[in-house]
């Protein structure tokens, strides 16, 4: 079936350098896609979002890139930080709905 | 804004019982909770949608007389684990979809439940 995945389990990354996440999607009908953090023991927090008709969208501190021709997804982070730490998500939102099919996840791991 | 209570955090339980999971939201009126199950490094899985006042969808595999779900209003939602054996222990995972005019439309989630069934 569709599926949405990641191409890295883990990430590590020294402090202060900027990081980047990679998502991989199949769904060619997705039109909505999302980037969450998930702390240990936690839920998942939204950090940012993109429709299907932008490549790019940038928040504080992170950029989300989406290249439909290749159907990949990527969350950049710069200058991460220690609170940066966590496992991150891209999910996916069919053109129906609001559901959402989620990634395998990368954790991202700062070195001091 | 946007706050979503799940509660209680963990359960600890004996094989057999049955265990009831809360998710509230608790500053605006979800239309939408979907309840998700996630095992140790490992994504969410979509266990259900729950619309208020209506049946909730199960996802393909999801035993519905097994997690048994109520919505009865637009800020509580209810996931019942039946019977619960070793095999249900797992982090689960609520969240809600705000209705029109609310906060940011997308899913908020819960900080999840943690169920261990001895």
């Known amino acids: 079936g569709e599926s949405v995945g990641l191409h890295l389990p883990t990430l590590s990354v020294q402090e202060g350098d900027n990081s980047i996440i990679n998502c991989a999607y199949s769904?060619?009908?997705?039109?909505?896609f999302i980037w969450y953090k998930q702390e240990s023991g936690k839920g998942p927090q939204f950090i940012i979002d993109?429709?299907?008709?932008?490549d790019k969208r940038q928040g504080q501190r992170v950029t989300v890139l989406l290249n439909k021709t290749v159907k990949h997804l990527s969350l950049q982070i710069a200058a991460t930080q220690p609170g940066d730490s966590a496992v991150y998500f891209c999910?996916?939102?069919?053109?129906?709905?609001?559901?959402?099919?989620f990634g395998g996840g990368t954790r991202v791991l700062v070195k001091p | 804004g946007a706050v979503v209570s799940q509660h209680p955090s963990r359960v600890i339980c004996k094989s057999g019982t049955s265990v009831k999971i809360e998710c509230r939201s608790l500053d605006f009126q979800a239309t939408t909770m979907f309840w998700y199950r996630q095992f140790p490094k490992q994504s969410l899985m979509l266990m259900a949608t729950?619309?208020?006042?209506?049946?909730?969808?199960?996802e393909q595999g999801v035993e519905k007389d097994k997690f048994l779900i109520n919505h009865a209003s637009l800020t509580l939602s209810t996931l019942t684990v039946t019977s619960a054996h070793p095999e249900d222990s797992s982090f689960y995972i609520c969240s809600a979809y705000p209705r029109q005019g609310g906060p940011l439309r997308v899913q908020h989630f819960g900080d999840g439940t943690r169920l261990s069934i001895l």
């Open positions: 993109i429709r299907s008709n932008m």
């Open positions: 729950s619309n208020e006042g209506s049946k909730a969808t199960y």
């Open positions: 769904n060619s009908a997705s039109d909505y």
């Open positions: 999910a996916e939102k069919g053109a129906a709905g609001n559901k959402l099919t």
